[in-house]
Protein backbone atom coordinates (compact mmCIF):
# COMPACT_ATOMS: atom_id res chain seq x y z
CA UNK A 1 0.00 0.00 0.00
CA UNK A 2 1.38 3.47 -0.94
CA UNK A 3 1.76 5.14 2.21
CA UNK A 4 2.43 8.57 0.44
CA UNK A 5 -0.35 10.92 0.47
CA UNK A 6 -1.67 12.12 -2.89
CA UNK A 7 -2.17 15.93 -3.70
CA UNK A 8 -5.92 16.50 -3.83
CA UNK A 9 -6.75 18.68 -6.85
CA UNK A 10 -9.34 21.26 -5.76
CA UNK A 11 -12.88 21.39 -6.17
CA UNK A 12 -14.02 23.23 -9.25
CA UNK A 13 -17.64 25.30 -8.92
CA UNK A 14 -19.83 24.84 -11.55
CA UNK A 15 -19.80 27.48 -14.41
CA UNK A 16 -23.50 28.52 -13.50
CA UNK A 17 -22.17 28.91 -9.44
CA UNK A 18 -23.05 32.41 -8.04
CA UNK A 19 -19.83 34.06 -7.28
CA UNK A 20 -19.74 34.86 -3.80
CA UNK A 21 -15.90 36.74 -3.61
CA UNK A 22 -17.82 40.03 -4.51
CA UNK A 23 -20.89 41.46 -3.24
CA UNK A 24 -23.58 41.33 -5.52
CA UNK A 25 -26.14 43.46 -3.43
CA UNK A 26 -24.73 46.91 -4.93
CA UNK A 27 -27.58 49.58 -5.25
CA UNK A 28 -28.79 50.25 -8.90
CA UNK A 29 -31.06 52.86 -10.35
CA UNK A 30 -34.10 51.52 -12.20
CA UNK A 31 -36.76 54.24 -11.74
CA UNK A 32 -37.40 57.47 -10.58
CA UNK A 33 -38.41 58.06 -7.19
CA UNK A 34 -40.20 61.03 -6.29
CA UNK A 35 -41.57 59.84 -2.69
CA UNK A 36 -39.34 60.01 0.43
CA UNK A 37 -39.02 57.94 3.58
CA UNK A 38 -38.45 60.01 7.20
CA UNK A 39 -37.51 58.33 10.18
CA UNK A 40 -37.35 59.98 13.84
CA UNK A 41 -35.70 58.91 17.04
CA UNK A 42 -35.32 60.97 20.48
CA UNK A 43 -31.37 61.51 21.09
CA UNK A 44 -32.66 60.38 25.09
CA UNK A 45 -31.45 56.97 24.13
CA UNK A 46 -27.50 57.92 23.49
CA UNK A 47 -27.89 59.14 27.33
CA UNK A 48 -29.30 55.69 28.01
CA UNK A 49 -26.29 53.56 27.12
CA UNK A 50 -24.06 53.89 29.74
CA UNK A 51 -20.43 53.81 28.12
CA UNK A 52 -19.27 55.38 25.18
CA UNK A 53 -18.17 52.58 23.22
CA UNK A 54 -22.13 51.79 23.65
CA UNK A 55 -23.22 55.02 22.54
CA UNK A 56 -21.09 54.40 19.38
CA UNK A 57 -22.39 51.69 18.34
CA UNK A 58 -25.77 52.44 19.35
CA UNK A 59 -25.70 55.20 16.41
CA UNK A 60 -24.08 53.27 14.20
CA UNK A 61 -26.82 50.46 14.32
CA UNK A 62 -29.15 53.00 13.45
CA UNK A 63 -27.11 54.84 10.53
CA UNK A 64 -27.24 51.19 9.10
CA UNK A 65 -30.50 50.49 9.25
CA UNK A 66 -31.39 54.09 7.66
CA UNK A 67 -28.70 53.10 4.77
CA UNK A 68 -30.14 49.14 3.99
CA UNK A 69 -33.82 51.03 4.26
CA UNK A 70 -33.53 53.53 1.99
CA UNK A 71 -34.29 56.36 4.56
CA UNK A 72 -34.26 59.60 2.80
CA UNK A 73 -34.29 61.57 6.45
CA UNK A 74 -33.71 61.35 10.08
CA UNK A 75 -34.95 63.83 12.88
CA UNK A 76 -34.01 63.59 16.16
CA UNK A 77 -35.87 65.14 18.55
CA UNK A 78 -36.10 65.82 22.35
CA UNK A 79 -38.10 63.52 24.29
CA UNK A 80 -37.87 65.72 27.83
CA UNK A 81 -35.71 62.26 29.19
CA UNK A 82 -32.01 63.16 28.37
CA UNK A 83 -31.75 66.01 30.82
CA UNK A 84 -33.06 63.86 33.48
CA UNK A 85 -31.16 60.77 32.63
CA UNK A 86 -28.26 62.67 32.97
CA UNK A 87 -28.77 64.72 36.03
CA UNK A 88 -29.82 61.72 37.59
CA UNK A 89 -27.38 58.21 37.19
CA UNK A 90 -28.13 55.05 38.55
CA UNK A 91 -25.79 53.56 41.04
CA UNK A 92 -23.05 55.37 42.78
CA UNK A 93 -21.14 58.10 41.48
CA UNK A 94 -17.94 60.28 41.39
CA UNK A 95 -18.34 63.92 41.19
CA UNK A 96 -15.02 64.55 39.78
CA UNK A 97 -15.61 61.74 37.24
CA UNK A 98 -19.19 63.14 36.21
CA UNK A 99 -17.99 66.37 35.87
CA UNK A 100 -14.77 65.48 33.62
CA UNK A 101 -17.78 63.00 31.50
CA UNK A 102 -19.76 65.59 30.99
CA UNK A 103 -17.23 68.23 29.61
CA UNK A 104 -15.21 66.25 27.39
CA UNK A 105 -17.91 63.14 26.15
CA UNK A 106 -21.41 65.17 24.36
CA UNK A 107 -22.79 61.61 24.37
CA UNK A 108 -23.68 62.59 27.92
CA UNK A 109 -24.07 66.28 28.18
CA UNK A 110 -25.85 66.59 25.03
CA UNK A 111 -27.03 63.22 23.49
CA UNK A 112 -29.24 65.15 20.60
CA UNK A 113 -25.80 66.58 19.62
CA UNK A 114 -23.72 63.60 19.98
CA UNK A 115 -26.31 61.32 17.57
CA UNK A 116 -26.82 63.87 14.70
CA UNK A 117 -22.73 64.38 14.78
CA UNK A 118 -22.30 59.92 14.68
CA UNK A 119 -24.83 60.04 11.89
CA UNK A 120 -23.57 63.01 9.89
CA UNK A 121 -20.28 61.38 10.05
CA UNK A 122 -21.34 58.12 8.24
CA UNK A 123 -23.37 59.60 5.82
CA UNK A 124 -20.73 61.44 4.42
CA UNK A 125 -18.64 59.88 1.80
CA UNK A 126 -15.08 59.14 3.23
CA UNK A 127 -12.57 61.29 0.99
CA UNK A 128 -14.99 64.22 2.25
CA UNK A 129 -14.75 63.52 5.88
CA UNK A 130 -11.26 65.03 6.87
CA UNK A 131 -12.66 68.26 5.26
CA UNK A 132 -15.74 68.17 7.17
CA UNK A 133 -15.04 66.50 10.91
CA UNK A 134 -12.24 67.45 12.57
CA UNK A 135 -10.92 66.13 15.35
CA UNK A 136 -13.68 65.14 18.07
CA UNK A 137 -14.45 63.46 20.98
CA UNK A 138 -18.03 62.31 19.70
CA UNK A 139 -15.73 60.91 16.58
CA UNK A 140 -13.05 58.78 18.51
CA UNK A 141 -14.73 55.77 18.38
CA UNK A 142 -16.48 56.15 15.07
CA UNK A 143 -13.68 54.32 12.76
CA UNK A 144 -14.43 51.11 14.23
CA UNK A 145 -18.54 51.12 13.36
CA UNK A 146 -19.31 49.20 9.89
CA UNK A 147 -19.12 50.92 6.45
CA UNK A 148 -22.69 52.19 5.37
CA UNK A 149 -21.67 51.77 1.83
CA UNK A 150 -24.34 53.80 0.49
CA UNK A 151 -23.82 54.19 -3.86
CA UNK A 152 -22.73 57.78 -2.98
CA UNK A 153 -20.16 56.44 -1.28
CA UNK A 154 -18.09 56.31 -4.55
CA UNK A 155 -14.28 54.77 -4.57
CA UNK A 156 -11.82 56.64 -6.54
CA UNK A 157 -11.97 54.21 -9.85
CA UNK A 158 -15.81 54.09 -9.37
CA UNK A 159 -17.79 56.11 -12.17
CA UNK A 160 -21.32 57.71 -11.13
CA UNK A 161 -23.08 60.64 -13.26
CA UNK A 162 -23.77 62.02 -9.33
CA UNK A 163 -20.98 62.68 -7.42
CA UNK A 164 -20.88 64.13 -3.95
CA UNK A 165 -17.46 66.99 -3.69
CA UNK A 166 -16.20 69.61 -1.73
CA UNK A 167 -15.37 73.35 -3.48
CA UNK A 168 -11.62 73.97 -2.84
CA UNK A 169 -9.59 76.85 -3.56
CA UNK A 170 -8.03 76.82 -7.20
CA UNK A 171 -5.16 79.52 -7.06
CA UNK A 172 -1.72 77.97 -6.37
CA UNK A 173 0.13 78.14 -3.16
CA UNK A 174 3.20 79.98 -3.21
CA UNK A 175 4.78 78.65 0.24
CA UNK A 176 3.94 75.22 -0.94
CA UNK A 177 5.68 75.78 -4.86
CA UNK A 178 9.10 77.01 -2.69
CA UNK A 179 8.70 73.60 -0.94
CA UNK A 180 8.44 72.18 -4.23
CA UNK A 181 5.10 70.21 -3.06
CA UNK A 182 2.88 70.38 -6.40
CA UNK A 183 0.45 73.19 -6.74
CA UNK A 184 -3.05 73.43 -6.56
CA UNK A 185 -4.29 73.96 -10.44
CA UNK A 186 -5.59 77.45 -11.59
CA UNK A 187 -9.08 77.59 -11.98
CA UNK A 188 -10.46 79.15 -15.13
CA UNK A 189 -11.88 82.64 -15.03
CA UNK A 190 -15.59 82.23 -13.26
CA UNK A 191 -15.19 78.86 -11.88
CA UNK A 192 -15.06 76.33 -9.07
CA UNK A 193 -12.59 73.73 -8.66
CA UNK A 194 -14.25 70.59 -6.28
CA UNK A 195 -12.95 67.53 -5.01
CA UNK A 196 -14.93 64.95 -6.05
CA UNK A 197 -12.82 61.83 -4.95
CA UNK A 198 -11.75 61.71 -8.60
CA UNK A 199 -8.38 61.34 -9.99
CA UNK A 200 -9.75 63.80 -12.62
CA UNK A 201 -9.91 67.74 -12.05
CA UNK A 202 -14.27 68.83 -12.13
CA UNK A 203 -14.76 72.53 -12.38
CA UNK A 204 -18.34 73.68 -11.78
CA UNK A 205 -18.71 77.05 -14.46
CA UNK A 206 -20.15 78.95 -11.31
CA UNK A 207 -18.62 80.93 -8.48
CA UNK A 208 -18.69 79.09 -4.76
CA UNK A 209 -16.86 79.88 -1.65
CA UNK A 210 -14.39 77.03 -0.79
CA UNK A 211 -15.13 74.29 1.58
CA UNK A 212 -18.85 74.30 0.82
CA UNK A 213 -20.34 70.48 -0.11
CA UNK A 214 -21.75 70.59 -3.26
CA UNK A 215 -23.90 67.70 -5.40
CA UNK A 216 -22.54 67.61 -9.09
CA UNK A 217 -23.56 66.18 -11.95
CA UNK A 218 -21.49 65.19 -14.95
CA UNK A 219 -22.37 65.61 -18.71
CA UNK A 220 -22.42 62.24 -19.20
CA UNK A 221 -24.11 59.06 -17.99
CA UNK A 222 -20.86 56.99 -18.96
CA UNK A 223 -17.54 57.43 -17.65
CA UNK A 224 -14.62 59.63 -19.85
CA UNK A 225 -11.19 58.33 -20.79
CA UNK A 226 -9.26 58.67 -17.50
CA UNK A 227 -6.22 60.78 -18.94
CA UNK A 228 -4.18 62.64 -15.63
CA UNK A 229 -4.43 66.08 -17.71
CA UNK A 230 -7.88 65.58 -18.45
CA UNK A 231 -10.37 68.15 -16.99
CA UNK A 232 -14.45 67.47 -16.00
CA UNK A 233 -16.89 70.04 -16.35
CA UNK A 234 -20.23 69.38 -13.97
CA UNK A 235 -23.13 71.20 -12.74
CA UNK A 236 -24.28 72.13 -9.23
CA UNK A 237 -27.59 69.97 -8.52
CA UNK A 238 -29.75 69.69 -5.70
CA UNK A 239 -29.07 66.69 -2.99
CA UNK A 240 -32.72 65.18 -4.09
CA UNK A 241 -31.43 65.27 -7.99
CA UNK A 242 -29.95 61.68 -8.17
CA UNK A 243 -33.34 60.31 -6.05
CA UNK A 244 -35.93 62.50 -8.26
CA UNK A 245 -34.10 62.43 -11.82
CA UNK A 246 -32.52 58.57 -11.54
CA UNK A 247 -33.80 57.02 -8.88
CA UNK A 248 -30.14 56.45 -6.48
CA UNK A 249 -30.31 56.70 -3.16
CA UNK A 250 -28.52 59.62 -2.25
CA UNK A 251 -27.96 59.59 1.64
CA UNK A 252 -30.31 61.11 4.48
CA UNK A 253 -30.75 64.51 5.72
CA UNK A 254 -30.71 64.84 9.07
CA UNK A 255 -32.61 67.46 10.98
CA UNK A 256 -33.43 68.76 14.53
CA UNK A 257 -36.16 68.64 16.48
CA UNK A 258 -36.87 70.53 20.15
CA UNK A 259 -40.04 68.70 20.55
CA UNK A 260 -42.46 65.69 19.25
CA UNK A 261 -44.61 68.15 17.82
CA UNK A 262 -41.87 70.18 15.77
CA UNK A 263 -41.18 66.73 14.33
CA UNK A 264 -44.70 67.00 12.32
CA UNK A 265 -44.82 70.62 12.56
CA UNK A 266 -41.54 71.83 10.89
CA UNK A 267 -41.42 69.48 7.94
CA UNK A 268 -39.24 70.15 5.17
CA UNK A 269 -41.44 69.23 2.27
CA UNK A 270 -44.07 71.22 1.00
CA UNK A 271 -47.27 70.33 1.99
CA UNK A 272 -46.12 68.28 5.44
CA UNK A 273 -46.06 64.48 5.42
CA UNK A 274 -49.21 63.13 3.93
CA UNK A 275 -48.61 59.83 6.17
CA UNK A 276 -47.68 59.39 9.59
CA UNK A 277 -46.71 56.31 11.79
CA UNK A 278 -46.51 56.08 15.13
CA UNK A 279 -44.91 53.04 16.98
CA UNK A 280 -46.26 51.23 20.39
CA UNK A 281 -46.88 48.26 22.06
CA UNK A 282 -50.21 49.16 22.71
CA UNK A 283 -51.21 49.87 18.46
CA UNK A 284 -52.56 47.78 16.23
CA UNK A 285 -50.51 45.17 14.68
CA UNK A 286 -48.69 45.68 11.76
CA UNK A 287 -49.60 43.02 10.33
CA UNK A 288 -53.17 43.91 9.56
CA UNK A 289 -52.10 47.10 7.42
CA UNK A 290 -53.53 46.88 3.98
CA UNK A 291 -55.98 43.85 5.34
CA UNK A 292 -58.58 43.47 2.09
CA UNK A 293 -61.41 42.99 4.72
CA UNK A 294 -60.92 46.27 6.56
CA UNK A 295 -60.93 49.84 4.61
CA UNK A 296 -59.90 51.65 7.51
CA UNK A 297 -56.57 50.06 7.32
CA UNK A 298 -56.31 50.51 4.25
CA UNK A 299 -52.36 52.42 3.83
CA UNK A 300 -53.23 54.90 0.55
CA UNK A 301 -50.54 56.42 -1.62
CA UNK A 302 -47.99 59.06 -0.17
CA UNK A 303 -45.34 61.41 -1.46
CA UNK A 304 -44.23 61.87 1.89
CA UNK A 305 -44.23 59.23 4.55
CA UNK A 306 -43.04 59.91 8.54
CA UNK A 307 -41.91 56.70 11.25
CA UNK A 308 -42.16 57.88 14.64
CA UNK A 309 -40.32 55.80 17.39
CA UNK A 310 -39.90 56.34 20.99
CA UNK A 311 -37.10 56.07 23.30
CA UNK A 312 -37.04 53.64 26.53
CA UNK A 313 -40.55 55.45 28.21
CA UNK A 314 -42.09 55.20 24.59
CA UNK A 315 -43.76 58.10 23.21
CA UNK A 316 -46.22 59.13 25.88
CA UNK A 317 -43.36 60.63 28.04
CA UNK A 318 -42.83 62.80 24.73
CA UNK A 319 -46.30 64.34 24.65
CA UNK A 320 -46.37 64.91 28.58
CA UNK A 321 -42.54 66.89 27.64
CA UNK A 322 -43.95 69.05 25.04
CA UNK A 323 -45.36 72.41 25.89
CA UNK A 324 -47.01 73.06 22.13
CA UNK A 325 -49.20 69.66 22.90
CA UNK A 326 -49.70 70.56 26.49
CA UNK A 327 -51.54 73.85 24.93
CA UNK A 328 -53.86 72.28 22.51
CA UNK A 329 -54.15 69.73 25.75
CA UNK A 330 -53.07 67.06 23.67
CA UNK A 331 -52.28 63.81 26.28
CA UNK A 332 -52.29 60.79 23.82
CA UNK A 333 -49.45 60.10 21.52
CA UNK A 334 -52.10 57.91 19.16
CA UNK A 335 -53.93 60.92 18.16
CA UNK A 336 -50.64 62.48 16.31
CA UNK A 337 -51.08 60.29 13.98
CA UNK A 338 -52.14 58.41 10.98
CA UNK A 339 -51.47 54.66 12.43
CA UNK A 340 -50.66 53.57 15.43
CA UNK A 341 -48.72 50.42 15.42
CA UNK A 342 -47.60 47.96 17.01
CA UNK A 343 -44.68 46.66 15.26
CA UNK A 344 -43.78 43.01 16.79
CA UNK A 345 -47.12 41.80 18.43
CA UNK A 346 -45.96 38.94 20.98
CA UNK A 347 -42.83 40.03 21.79
CA UNK A 348 -40.76 37.92 24.15
CA UNK A 349 -38.82 40.37 25.84
CA UNK A 350 -40.48 43.22 27.99
CA UNK A 351 -39.56 45.89 26.00
CA UNK A 352 -37.78 46.82 22.34
CA UNK A 353 -34.96 48.48 22.36
CA UNK A 354 -35.21 52.16 19.57
CA UNK A 355 -32.26 50.40 17.41
CA UNK A 356 -34.06 47.76 17.41
CA UNK A 357 -37.45 48.85 16.92
CA UNK A 358 -36.26 50.82 13.77
CA UNK A 359 -35.03 48.08 12.28
CA UNK A 360 -37.94 46.30 13.19
CA UNK A 361 -40.47 48.77 11.63
CA UNK A 362 -38.57 49.73 8.22
CA UNK A 363 -38.54 46.20 7.67
CA UNK A 364 -42.45 45.74 7.93
CA UNK A 365 -43.19 48.43 6.33
CA UNK A 366 -41.18 48.45 3.06
CA UNK A 367 -42.88 46.47 0.92
CA UNK A 368 -45.67 49.25 1.90
CA UNK A 369 -43.19 51.78 1.13
CA UNK A 370 -42.57 50.79 -1.86
CA UNK A 371 -46.00 50.19 -3.56
CA UNK A 372 -47.61 53.01 -2.20
CA UNK A 373 -45.18 55.25 -2.91
CA UNK A 374 -45.47 57.81 -5.58
CA UNK A 375 -43.02 57.76 -8.24
Same mark, same amino acid.
Given at each position: ?73 ? &? ?15 ? $? ?12 ? !? ?57 ? #? ?18 ? %????? #? ?13 ? $? ?23 ? !? ?18 ? %? ?11 ? &? ?6 ? #? ?67 ? %? ?17 ? %? ?12 ? #???
Amino acid at each position: MDSKKRKREPERAPLDAADTSKPTAIYRATERRAYTLSVAVPGSIIANAQTPELQTSLAGQIARALAVFCVDEV &VIFHDGQAKQEIDTPEG $PSNSHEDAERKESY !NGYSDPNYFLMHILSYLETPPYLRKCFFPMHPDLRLAGKLPSLDMPHHLKRQEWCQYRE #GVTVAGNPDREKQRKKIPRV %WKKPF #GHTLVDTGLHTRVFL $PETILPNTRVTVKFQHAEPPSEIPS !NELLAEVVAPSSPRIESGYY %WGYDIRSASSLSA &VLTECPFD #GGYDITFGTSERGIPLSTLNDPNSEERSVPEFSHMMIVFGGVAGLEVAVKADKELEKLNVKKPETMFDY %WLDICPGQGSRTIRTEEAV %WLGLMGLKDIVQKK #GRK
